[in-house]
């Protein structure tokens, strides 16, 4: 049989543990070993003097070994053969260190240990509290570590070490308490909930057996015990959605209180206020009580009397002989409590400029599977659950996502569950708020950001229905650029908005160089609505050609938007459509053709009108329907307000005219005519044409995100 070889040796790094410095010293000592000239110098009795104090080490001739005989001078030739191979192999160590200053085996091995912080002292061993489930480290791994750590740190009699005292005059071994010590710590660094979902599994085999014993079993089942813990602990999402609608929050089977009956009032303990306020025992109404006035109790029973056949219809089964009584006034209902908006957090994902709602009351973040199709980023799956506030109420969690959001100068990390279906996109709460230092002050209503202070729910945000400002703020390109597909450009918008985050229509500047030779269909940037961020925007390249921008070029402008209460109006233009157009064409003005052929090409003209019409409709379909089909995926876009840009009233007057000629026409028609429901709403912008007037452009660049 061949001997074994040993691996090939290797040297030491900067970055080494307990372990992988074994490995080393072990596969090196072997390798020393395999040569018989430096074999007596790996004996642990076998020491020698710093070559400072002695240039033969100590070392002296062989005089009784006839066979092999040595002279100091060869010894130490051999000894200082084998601290420089040593050296070779640990270049971390000055070599004069070992080849010089050195005075035995174990000198060595503790110098160089003592450079990677992991001598055998008694400091050593307070380490232990530095060992941590490192990101993406297997389970076992983590268990090697630290049985690894526990090995190095038995006391040996070499180690130098006294305990209580005594020297140590023995080497000590594992016993099966540290090994039960190990396992406990290998669990908690796992899960912290890990060892009680243990001992409930294993109480049976543990009753005869260390833990230690049936790690094997728990590592099979330690995936399945993991997965048994984070389903357990549900996430709690503590918002709640109110409605201004009374009726809807009242239960089916109650009516509303009329005005001669008293509402009927939950159950409340028993207590009087007579007794109270006598420090008297209050265990009792203040009808029951002994102490209340005759002529007031009877006062009492007429009233239940009458507000129980006001609140049943049911006759009295008694009279009494007291005058009668008013009926008593029904008590105030508060039908609506003070409803303020959230606090929220803008920020920037890309040029994309995802909401953050924050809900300090939440114990987990989460993103609804609209946002995730919104932002493409990738899901994995989850085990965990989430419930609303009432705690019955499920949400259907499909996964969870982490990503990076900015703004200004913070990376704000959002770590969040998946769900189905959720009233705001974003829903960060304490885990984000804590990971990224973030608290909300309500009442002035801010959030901050570290030491940053940013404002939310601006009075003059472009929810508005009557924004301030109806002006065109101009942007120019601050340098010469390129702007690549895919990615954009960040522009700051003017001081005048740069206090709040607004939304903001975009459109082109046809007066820029080079947009007049370019086709209507390929102007950059399109007509879009863009959120402002801490006073900036950023317009993406949705295109396949990169855009070349000059320093000082005005290529786009922006505007505000409002949300419109009532439709604009204004005098549609007349239906020239009624009239006979063949009048238009001119037959035989010279009169020189016969008049059957006159009359044959006025009936042609008249049967052919409409292609002879100077202002020309939509599509007759002769040639068969043109059709563009959408193919919109599981997700739909987010509901919002419709929102216009605030165009001066000349402008605004033009967009419905152009909108009641299209509709004359027969172009464009109202959705509630086909029985179509509106689910999502694009804006609509006027672009001036290089040849004059006007052309509408709707955006549907969002609902293009969420296509298949």
């Given at each position: 049989m061949a001997n074994a070889r040993a691996p090939k040796q290797w040297s030491l790094t900067k970055n080494e543990t307990v372990t992988s410095f074994e490995s080393w010293r072990q596969n090196l000592i072997y390798t020393l070993a395999l040569d018989n000239k430096f074999s007596p110098y790996l004996a642990k009795e076998c020491t020698w003097l710093k070559a400072s104090a002695d240039p033969k080490r100590g070392f002296k001739d062989d005089e009784n070994d006839v066979v092999n005989r040595q002279t100091a001078d060869q010894k130490c030739t051999m000894l200082e053969l084998m601290l420089g191979q040593i050296a070779n192999y640990c270049p971390i160590i000055a070599r004069n260190a070992i080849t010089k200053k050195s005075?035995?085996?174990?000198?060595?091995?503790?110098?160089?240990?003592?450079?990677?912080?992991?001598?055998?002292?008694g400091a050593h061993f307070l380490d232990l509290g530095d060992i941590k489930l490192e990101t993406d480290e297997r389970y076992e791994d983590l268990f090697q570590r630290l049985s690894a750590f526990f090995e190095d740190n038995l006391v040996t009699k070499d180690s130098a070490l006294t305990h209580c005292g005594e020297v140590i005059t023995g080497d000590e071994e594992m016993t099966p308490t540290v090994d039960n010590i190990i396992v406990f710590m290998w669990l908690t660094l796992i899960h912290k909930d890990l060892p009680k979902l243990v001992k409930q599994k294993y109480g049976t085999e543990l009753r005869s057996r260390t833990v230690a014993s049936i790690k094997p079993e728990i590592s099979q089942a330690l995936e399945s015990l993991i997965d048994e813990l984070n389903s357990t602990s549900d996430v709690r999402a503590m918002r709640s959605v109110t409605s201004n609608d009374f009726k809807s929050t009242r239960p089916k089977n109650r009516s509303l209180p009329t005005s001669g009956s008293r509402p009927r009032n939950n159950f409340k303990p028993k207590s009087c206020p007579l007794c109270k306020a006598a420090s008297r025992p209050d265990t009792h109404f203040l009808s029951e009580c002994i102490y209340l006035p005759e002529a007031d109790r009877r006062f009492m029973s007429k009233a239940r009397l009458i507000a129980q056949v006001l609140d049943d219809d049911a006759p009295p089964t008694d009279e009494g002989d007291e005058p009668p009584v008013e009926p008593l006034?029904?008590?105030?209902?508060?039908?609506?409590?003070?409803?303020?908006?959230?606090p929220y957090l803008d920020t920037y994902f890309g040029h994309k400029t995802p909401r953050i709602v924050i809900d300090s009351g939440a114990t987990a973040n989460l993103i609804s599977e609209t946002a995730v199709q919104w932002l493409q980023v990738p899901v994995t799956t989850s085990s965990q659950s989430a419930g609303q506030a009432d705690g019955l109420s499920q949400l259907n969690v499909i996964g969870e996502t982490k990503f990076d959001v900015t703004r200004d100068h913070h990376k704000l990390t959002f770590h969040a569950l998946v769900v189905k279906h959720l009233d705001v996109p974003f829903l960060a709460g304490t885990p984000f708020m804590e990971a990224n230092d973030v608290y909300a002050r309500p009442s002035t209503r801010q959030i901050y950001v570290g030491k940053s202070v940013y404002r939310y729910g601006s009075p003059n945000s472009s929810d508005s229905s009557a924004p301030v400002a109806r002006r065109a703020s101009v942007l120019r390109c601050p340098n010469n650029t390129t702007i690549w597909p895919g990615d954009y450009i960040?522009?700051?918008?003017?001081?005048?908005?740069?206090?709040?985050?607004?939304?903001?229509?975009?459109?082109?500047?046809?007066?820029?160089?080079?947009?007049?030779?370019?086709?209507?269909?390929?102007?950059?940037?399109?007509?879009?609505?863009?959120?402002?961020?801490?006073?900036?925007?950023?317009?993406?390249?949705?295109?396949?050609?990169?855009?070349?921008?000059?320093?000082?070029?005005?290529?786009?402008?922006?505007?505000?938007v409002f949300s419109p209460?009532?439709?604009?109006?204004?005098?549609?233009?007349?239906?020239?459509?009624?009239?006979?157009?063949?009048?238009?064409?001119?037959?035989?003005?010279?009169?020189?053709?016969?008049?059957?052929?006159?009359?044959?090409?006025?009936?042609?003209?008249?049967?052919?009108?409409?292609?002879?019409?100077?202002?020309?409709?939509?599509?007759?379909?002769?040639?068969?329907?043109?059709?563009?089909?959408?193919?919109?995926?599981?997700?739909?876009?987010?509901?919002?307000?419709?929102?216009?840009?605030?165009?001066?009233?000349?402008r605004l007057t033009e967009l419905q005219a152009k909108f009641?000629?299209?509709?004359?026409?027969?172009?464009?028609?109202?959705?509630?005519?086909?029985?179509?429901?509106?689910e999502y709403v694009n804006p609509s912008f006027l672009i001036k044409k290089p040849s004059g007037g006007s052309r509408l452009v709707t955006a549907f660049a969002e609902v293009g995100q969420y296509r298949k």
């Open positions: 005075t035995s085996l174990d000198g060595i091995w503790q110098t160089i240990r003592a450079h990677f912080g992991f001598q055998s002292t006034r029904p008590e105030p209902i508060v039908r609506r409590v003070q409803v303020r908006q959230s960040e522009l700051p918008i003017p001081e005048d908005y740069s206090n709040s985050d607004e939304t903001f229509a975009l459109e082109p500047r046809l007066d820029c160089p080079g947009i007049e030779s370019v086709p209507s269909s390929q102007t950059w940037p399109s007509p879009s609505l863009v959120s402002s961020i801490s006073g900036t925007i950023r317009i993406p390249n949705n295109s396949d050609t990169p855009k070349t921008l000059r320093r000082n070029d005005h290529f786009c402008q922006i505007r505000p209460s009532q439709s604009l109006s204004s005098t549609p233009p007349p239906n020239t459509r009624a009239k006979s157009q063949h009048s238009l064409v001119t037959v035989d003005p010279d009169g020189i053709l016969p008049p059957s052929y006159v009359d044959a090409f006025n009936d042609i003209s008249a049967q052919y009108s409409e292609v002879f019409d100077a202002q020309l409709g939509k599509y007759n379909g002769a040639y068969g329907p043109f059709e563009a089909v959408v193919n919109m995926g599981p997700v739909q876009p987010p509901q919002r307000k419709g929102r216009l840009p605030h165009y001066n009233h000349d009641d000629e299209l509709e004359n026409l027969g172009v464009i028609v109202k959705p509630e005519t086909t029985g179509t429901p509106v």
